[in-house]
Structure formats: C-alpha cells, structure tokens
T-cell receptor
Framework: ETGVTQSPTHLIKTRGQQVTLRCSSQSGHNTVSWYQQALGQGPQFIFQ???????GRGNFPPRFSGLQFPNYSSELNVNALELDDSALYLC??????????????FGEGSWLTVV | QKEVEQNSGPLSVPEGAIASLNCTYS??????FFWYRQYSGKSPELIMFIYSNGDKEDGRFTAQLNKASQYVSLLIRDSQPSDSATYLCAVNTPRGNQFYFGTGTSLTVIP
C-alpha cells in the first residue's frame, strides 16, 4: 500500500470521447506525476504537477491535460480518445522540492480501453 | 537511442539461485536510479533505489551502480517463486521531475 489512490480502476470509452482520471496523492506528498503504460512497455512520463503548476511534460499531445488541486490531488484529462490511448494510466506521488529528484510511489492505476 | 535499456528476457532461474538483472542508461547527468517490480496486471512497486557508485543491499536484493559505465544492476539472492514478475529499471532526470523507465525484464523463478 502506497497511499496513492486512483479512480476509476477500469473503464471503457469509445474513440473520440473524453475521459477524466483521478488521483489522490500519499499524505505529505506535494507532487503528482502521470505515466502511461502500454502493454509490454515501461511507463512513459506524461507530465508532473508540483504545487498546482505543471512541472515538466513528456512527449504527449495537448489533448492530454491535467490539474492539481490545493490538496495535491490531481486529474488527468484526455480528449478525442484514440485507440492507441488504451493503456494503464499510473499516478505517482512524491515529496519534492523543485529542481531535485525524489522517489515516486505508484497508485494501482486506471485501465483504459478505447474501442 | 533509448534513455534506459533492459534485456526484456524472459529470464528463468531455479528456486534458490541468484537472479541478475541489468540496465544501461544514456544520460551521464542522471543521479538517481530505481528498481521497481511489477506483477502481471498490477502497478509497479518500488524495490530499492541507489544514488552512489557501488553496491547497496536490502535483504535479498542488491543494487549495483557503475556511473562510469552507465550501468545499473539488481541481484536477487535465494530467488523465490514469488519473485516472478517484471522488473523495471528507472532513471531520474538531472532536473528531477521525470523518470525514464526501461521496458522491463520478465523473471520466472522455477520451483
């Protein structure tokens, strides 16, 4: 148990729809990162939020967007879903000061299937 | 060139043997290195991290880091069937805000 909770755990969406995934970070952690893990691949960094601001973004299109709230929880939004968006979406929290690295702890993930 | 490379395996070892998992990385500025274990259908869980050259031991697990060779390894002693999983090597960017993961090495421990 990492104390990082995600919802929903599983969902099925139709191509072109929009989805919102939610994450509550571990108590005391101020940073949330989102990763996409396709089948047979390692997690790929989408973006990170630190103190409600985006603190880095991976190679994902603008239709992937996010938010972090004052309680450090976070949302990942994906618009105009494509079949290739089918993956496990992982939220990871950490206690981080900007500019320094720290250990990340994953939630159980949200399995998204786009049909 | 990928930022982090691992042999995807599968790697099979008999119960009680030592399993050796290897990883190389491309960014010489990387400072933090992590090993995660991922059971099928589950999310990755942290096994251990290492920052300094040399060995770091935690129970049956030993992480080894050689920054000059840009090489990280994980040794699992007295391997158990419950160690059967995919092992992910991860490297933190020098800025500290992004982890690069390898594709993982699948390990099977045969009873």
């Amino acid at each position: 148990e990492t104390g990082v909770t995600q919802s929903p755990t599983h969902l099925i969406k139709t191509r072109g729809q929009q989805v919102t995934l939610r994450c509550s970070s571990q108590s005391g952690h101020n940073t949330v990162s989102w990763y996409q893990q396709a089948l047979g691949q390692g997690p790929q960094f989408i973006f990170q939020y630190y103190r409600e601001e985006e603190n880095g973004r991976g190679n994902f299109p603008p239709r992937f967007s996010g938010l972090q709230f004052p309680n450090y929880s976070s949302e990942l939004n994906v618009n105009a879903l494509e079949l290739d968006d089918s993956a496990l979406y992982l939220c990871a929290s950490s206690q981080q000061v900007r500019g320094s690295g720290n250990t990340i702890y994953f939630g159980e993930g949200s399995w998204l299937t786009v049909v | 060139q990928k930022e982090v490379e691992q042999n995807s395996g599968p790697l099979s070892v008999p119960e009680g043997a030592i399993a050796s998992l290897n990883c190389t990385y491309s960014d010489r500025g990387s400072q933090s290195f992590f090993w995660y274990r991922q059971y099928s259908g589950k999310s990755p869980e942290l096994i251990m991290f290492i920052y300094s050259n040399g060995d770091k031991e935690d129970g049956r697990f030993t992480a080894q880091l050689n920054k000059a060779s840009q090489y990280v390894s994980l040794l699992i002693r007295d391997s158990q069937p419950s160690d059967s999983a995919t092992y992910l090597c991860a490297v933190n960017t020098p800025r500290g805000n992004q982890f690069y993961f390898g594709t993982g090495t699948s390990l099977t421990v045969i009873p």
